[in-house]
Structures are given as C-alpha cells and as structure tokens.
C-alpha cells in the first residue's frame, strides 16, 4: 500500500517531442508535455471534451528510450509520481510548477 502514497498513472499524447539533456556523466534528462482528454456529458446533454496537460519527466536510460521512441503525437502510458518546485523567473515572480517523474513509460498505438 505504501507505494499508493504518491503514484500517478496516465494515458494520453505528446504535446511535444522530448527535450533532451545530457546532465552529468551520460546521464540523461528528458521532458515533455502530455495531453489527457476527458469526455462527459453537459446539462443540456451536449458532448464535451476537456484537456488537461501535464510535464513529465524522464531521467537515466528511460530518457534514452523517449529520445530514441516518442515524438509528437505518441500516445502513451506513464507511470510515476508528482513533484513539485518553485522557482523565480527573470522579472522577480514567483512561479509554481508540477510535475510527473515517470518511472515507467509503455508505447502504445501502432509501430510507426
């Protein structure tokens, strides 16, 4: 039960190609922008779709593997856990961020 205590799971698309960097020693980092639809009906009965976006984070041999895989557009399963910092931007504001360091990622969709 322990490892439910901060443990994510989506499905979803690529908003972006991963950005990939080499950090220290080899080690790579990779980030990018998820896209998770969700679909339900309004009062008047109407289909709505919303989208949610999410960063992710991919660290080690995995950010190999995404630079090598994914791109725009591919769909995904992630799994991993939330994170989040702060950080000052260059005008003097605060700004917030979440994020979702994957642990696993599992291609799904066709083989292109």
Not at 2 to 16: A, D, E, T, W
Not at 41 to 63: Q, S
Request: hydrophobic share 35%; charged share 25%.
């Amino acid at each position: 039960m322990s490892n439910l205590k901060n443990s994510v799971r989506l499905i979803g698309n690529l908003g972006n190609a991963p950005e990939v960097k080499t950090v220290t020693d080899s080690k790579k980092l990779a980030k990018f922008s998820m896209a998770t639809n969700e679909t339900y009906k309004n009062e008047k009965g109407e289909k709505v779709t919303e989208t949610y976006w999410h960063n992710i984070v991919v660290w080690g041999k995995l950010a190999g593997i995404a630079e090598k895989y994914l791109q725009k557009g591919s769909e995904v399963a992630i799994e991993g856990k939330l994170t989040n910092h702060s950080y000052t931007d260059k005008d003097g504001n605060k700004r917030f961020v979440t994020e979702i360091i994957a642990s696993e990622i599992l291609m799904m969709g066709s083989k292109s």
